[in-house]
């Protein structure tokens, strides 16, 4: 789900693809883009569920300001994924309600 020749732009240029892992499965991100749109362009719409009613929420407002992009990013909860940019090796999971710190903080 990716453009690759662009109706404005033309084509796009090659980009180095790195591996990121999202909840056990690998994808393949371009690296530096946020981690939203690298799973936006998987068709994965879920970042996380609501503590109280465990509703799902994505991608909003897409600039950090709001707070229904967070996901655990390598451990660490609440991580904004669409202003967080990939880097090859990161491991991204569905945060259900508040998340959880490591048990080393």
Known sequence: MRITNHPLLGPQPPVNLV????????IWAKEGEPIAAALL???IRLCRTTKRRGEPRGVFC????????V???DGIPNVRT???????GMKVTTQRGLGQWPNDH
């Open 82 to 88: 669409c202003v967080t940019p990939v880097r090859a």
């Open 19 to 26: 591996p990121l892992e999202v909840d056990g499965q690998v």
């Open 71 to 73: 996901m655990t990013v």
């Open 62 to 69: 897409g600039i950090g300001h709001c707070t229904d992009c």
């Open 41 to 43: 362009a998987y068709g």
